[in-house]
Every structure is written in C-alpha cells, then in structure tokens.
C-alpha cells in the first residue's frame, strides 16, 4: 500500500545546536570577506523570521526546517502530495527527510544501530521479486504509477540469483501484468515515491543533468544527447522531466524475521 510516511522534526536541543552551528560559520565566512555564503543568508532567514513573529530560535529552526505538504495550488507547500505516499518535490532522494532514518538491507540487520528503531526505509528491489526497478526517470507521477510490466525475466533473474526455489505460487505472480501504481496501491507491504523535477536550462549547454546517472527513463521524449540541457523536449511539451525514487517502509522485526530465513 502506499502509505504517508513521517517526516523528520527537531528536538529544542537539535534546534539550539543547529542555529548555534550555522552562526559559527557565519561568522567564519564573514571574517573571511563572504558575507552572501549560505550560513549567513540562511542566519538572516531565521533571525529576521524570529523578529518578524517575535518567537523563539527553537520555533523558528523548527517551523522553518519542518517540510510543508500541500495541494497542486499551494505556493507555500514544499512537496506536493499528489495521493497518500507519492510526493512531487525539490529532493532528489527524500529518504533523508523520513523519520524512518535506517537504511535497511540485507548486510547491515544486526548492526546495533537498529536496535530500539521501528521501522526502516530502503530501496524495494534489495529483496523484492516484483518490483521491476527502484529509481529511474519519467515524464509525469502517472506516467510510472500506469507503468505495465510482467516483472517474470526481472523476477527469475533474482530469484536465481539468491538462489531461492520459485515455486507455483511465485511462478503465478511473476506472470501476473499489472500496473506498477496497482501493485503499489494493493500490496501489503508499505511504499512512498517520491519525485524531482529536473528543468531544463537551455542556457547551458554541454554540462548539467546527464541521463545515464539516473536508472531507467520510461518517458516518451527520444533522447538524443548525454545532457538534458542539450535535448529538444518539444515531443513532450515540457521543459524538464521527473526523477524517482520508491521507498519500502519496514518493520525491524520484520527484516530480521526475513534476513534469518535468508541464512
């Protein structure tokens, strides 16, 4: 299923510690002669935040470090949920900002850094038969939640790979051709997506955004060049494409129950 996954908000002491690290480069860059660096234009932001609503430093890192979700017509919203669990916005992985801060994967269980965490996020295909990919690169959200694949060569490929028996009932599902969103919507297992808009910038040609970096493009535009500043994106009627990501949401529990039986 898809699901809305929590993001990341700072502790008071977190706050203090953030505010009192950026002023301490600040103040670096301003006695080295830089005093548009990001510290400082970012001390400004908060500073005159602070005034501004006459609050705390706490109140203010927090209320301006805490990402906003909004509507396709909100100007003030950081990511646009465009349904439970699928957000457009300007991360590139959006994994940092979940509270769910855990790398899971297959090497990494027993580390003692999982210990007392809930749940885990990482990339679907480090365990998952039926997800075709994890990152890649599309025109529109729809355009990949609408993506149909008989995940059956991908899926063996695995399987064997991990050297685990397909039976029957896998052998049905590897078959099955569904929409990636249905299998998204319907599975009991937990996702998010997220997605990037890269915009063209015509400006720069031979430098910028390269394809190849990126995972599969299941868009419709031909690509013609290594650059997306190089490309004539006419055929779509757009000015920039979207990167994304799909996040599994695990419990502990749950990936040291399937680690143990991988062994």
Same mark, same amino acid.
């Given at each position: 299923? !898809?699901?809305?996954?929590?993001?990341?908000?700072?502790?008071?002491?977190?706050?203090?510690?953030?505010?009192?690290? !950026?002023?301490?480069?600040?103040?670096?860059?301003?006695?080295?002669?830089?005093?548009?660096?990001?510290?400082?234009?970012?001390?400004?932001?908060?500073?005159? +935040?602070?005034?501004?609503?006459?609050?705390?430093?706490? %109140?203010?890192?927090?209320?301006?470090?805490?990402?906003?979700?909004?509507?396709?017509?909100?100007?003030?919203?950081?990511?646009?949920?465009?349904? #439970? @669990?699928?957000?457009?916005?300007?991360?590139?992985?959006?994994?940092?900002?979940?509270?769910?801060?855990?790398?899971?994967?297959?090497?990494?269980?027993?580390?003692?850094?999982?210990? @007392?965490?809930?749940?885990?996020?990482?990339? #679907?295909?480090?365990?998952? $038969?039926?997800?075709?990919?994890?990152?890649?690169?599309?025109?529109?959200? %729809?355009?990949?939640?609408? +993506?149909? =694949?008989?995940?059956?060569?991908?899926?063996?490929?695995?399987?064997?790979?991990?050297?685990?028996?397909?039976?029957?009932?896998?052998? !049905? %599902?590897?078959?099955?051709?569904?929409?990636?969103?249905? +299998?998204?919507?319907?599975?009991?297992?937990?996702?998010?997506?997220?997605?990037?808009?890269?915009?063209?910038?015509?400006?720069?040609?031979? @430098?910028?955004?390269?394809? $190849?970096?990126?995972?599969?493009?299941?868009?419709?535009?031909?690509?013609?060049?290594?650059?997306?500043?190089?490309?004539? !994106?006419?055929?779509?009627?757009?000015? +920039?494409?979207?990167? =994304? $990501?799909?996040?599994?949401?695990?419990?502990?529990?749950?990936?040291?129950?399937?680690?143990?039986?991988?062994?």
């Amino acid at each position: 299923m !898809l699901v809305k996954p929590k993001f990341k908000s700072m502790t008071p002491k977190e706050c203090n510690e953030y505010y009192n690290r !950026l002023r301490t480069y600040a103040e670096r860059d301003t006695s080295e002669g830089r005093e548009n660096s990001y510290y400082n234009t970012r001390i400004r932001e908060i500073d005159s +935040y602070m005034e501004k609503n006459k609050i705390t430093v706490v %109140e203010a890192v927090n209320q301006l470090t805490t990402i906003n979700i909004g509507t396709e017509n909100d100007t003030n919203a950081d990511l646009i949920e465009k349904e #439970p @669990g699928v957000y457009v916005g300007s991360w590139i992985n959006i994994e940092h900002d979940f509270d769910y801060d855990v790398r899971g994967n297959f090497e990494n269980l027993r580390d003692p850094k999982f210990f @007392g965490k809930s749940m885990s996020n990482c990339y #679907p295909s480090e365990w998952n $038969h039926m997800i075709p990919f994890d990152y890649g690169v599309c025109d529109t959200p %729809e355009q990949l939640l609408e +993506y149909k =694949f008989t995940p059956g060569d991908w899926g063996r490929y695995v399987l064997n790979n991990k050297k685990l028996k397909i039976t029957p009932e896998i052998e !049905l %599902e590897l078959e099955a051709e569904i929409t990636l969103g249905e +299998y998204l919507r319907n599975s009991d297992r937990k996702f998010a997506v997220g997605f990037n808009p890269i915009k063209q910038d015509p400006e720069n040609p031979g @430098g910028g955004w390269r394809w $190849h970096k990126w995972g599969r493009y299941i868009g419709k535009h031909d690509i013609c060049c290594e650059y997306l500043d190089d490309e004539d !994106l006419s055929d779509i009627n757009q000015n +920039y494409i979207l990167v =994304f $990501h799909i996040y599994e949401f695990k419990d502990r529990e749950e990936e040291i129950i399937e680690q143990e039986i991988k062994e």
